[in-house]
């Protein structure tokens, strides 16, 4: 009975979350497979590629192991829902994992609650990196952060969080950006079997990115401030709205100083925490916004994005859209607010907390669902009849357009996958 009263929490955040997040994709997307997640994942399942095959100078092993499960289990007019399904249940699931992990760091259930939702409540977030495999990396991250703050109770424990933590560094290749974060109870044995997890899927990845580099980018146009402003414009959005709008309107009326504006509610919560927090508080405030930083700094820098919003006008952030970067980062930064809350010790903080938590939930309702996620850019996945149909007038195989709608985002099926 204990057991089931510890699990009843977390198994309601995962079902609360993945659900929350099925709900923020609009109807039309649901049935559109991603980029990646077709031409890569889904390929090469088809293809018999393993698991641990490198794609883009580093390991995707999660999605390609989802996909497998779903190309062998699930008939294949219905590989779309699937997949979708399973984008938002994991996303679920490392909410739920999220609240085991920051019982140590955080002391009010109701707070730590927030924050283990704070994956699927992020506003900016469903605009691209909902519903997909291709950008489940960052929420790997995000598990991974907590992973490193927090103390397993026993060996047992240790040993799960391990696997977990091996499965998040065989997935996301920015998990190396944790390794200062583990000086935080760097004598304890247990904190060290699932960080063993981390650094050993980590290395995996430096080893394939030698091995198999990332094709070039171009050269990067490197300038501080335009990475400092885009920072603070794309990812300070990414907590208010699912566009880019509120930089845009901001550089509008102020200029591209005003974007910093974005990032006040996460500045004045750590300045809160670094007053009156506990010391796992302060490290853990601290470590939320140097990584919302460096995450935003690396995926720039990754994908060679030019860095000139420091000269953008309101039109050209409108433009340039929110960059799926930004919810990445935007999720470090969300949470600091939230981590905030759990400061509250008199009445009169804890009106002030309720304050903020009616705040940050109606910005997140009302920028749960876009009116537009980029998967609209491409044609729906053809149900199994309609497979049957093109089989019928095809040899072996047939070719299917997935999101983004251009010709090199598609995927080749067999036709004897269709009657199974």
Known sequence: MPVLRRAAVPLLIWVAGATYCWWRIPVGARNRIWAEDGVIFLQGSLDGAP????????????????????????????WDVALTLAA???????????????????????????????????????????????NLHGFGLWLAFWLVLHRPASRAAALAWAVAGLLVGLTEVVVVLLAPLMVVGWR?????????GLLLGALAQIVTTVQHPRPPRGDIDWSLPGLVVGFAGQSGSALWADTVEPAARIVDEVGPAGAFLLLLPAAVSLAL????????????????????????????????YPMTFAGWSGDDWRAGGLLRYAASSGLFLFAVPLLALDLARTRAHHLVSAAVVLVVLTVAVLAARPALVVRDQGPAWPTTAEFSTLCAAADRSVVVQVAPDLSNWRVRVPCDRVDR
């Not at 140590?104 to 977030?125: C, F, T, Y």
């Not at 919302?292 to 690396?298: C, N, T």
């Open 51 to 78: 698991v641990w095959q490198s794609y883009d100078g580093y390991l995707h092993v999660v999605p390609r192991l989802v996909t497998d499960l779903i190309a062998a289990m699930v008939p294949v007019g219905w």
């Open 273 to 304: 925490v670094l007053r009156r927090g506990s010391g796992i508080q302060r490290t853990a405030a601290v470590g939320l916004v140097l990584l919302a930083g460096l995450v935003w700094s690396a995926s720039l820098a990754a994908n060679a």
């Open 88 to 134: 938002v249940g994991l996303v679920g699931l490392v909410g739920a994992l999220t609240w085991l992990l920051t019982e140590d760091v955080i002391e009010h259930r109701w707070v730590r609650g927030l924050v283990a939702l704070a994956p699927a409540l992020l506003p900016g977030g469903a605009a691209e990196v909902l519903g997909n495999l291709a």
């Open 188 to 196: 304890d044995r247990l904190r060290w079997l699932p960080r063993a």
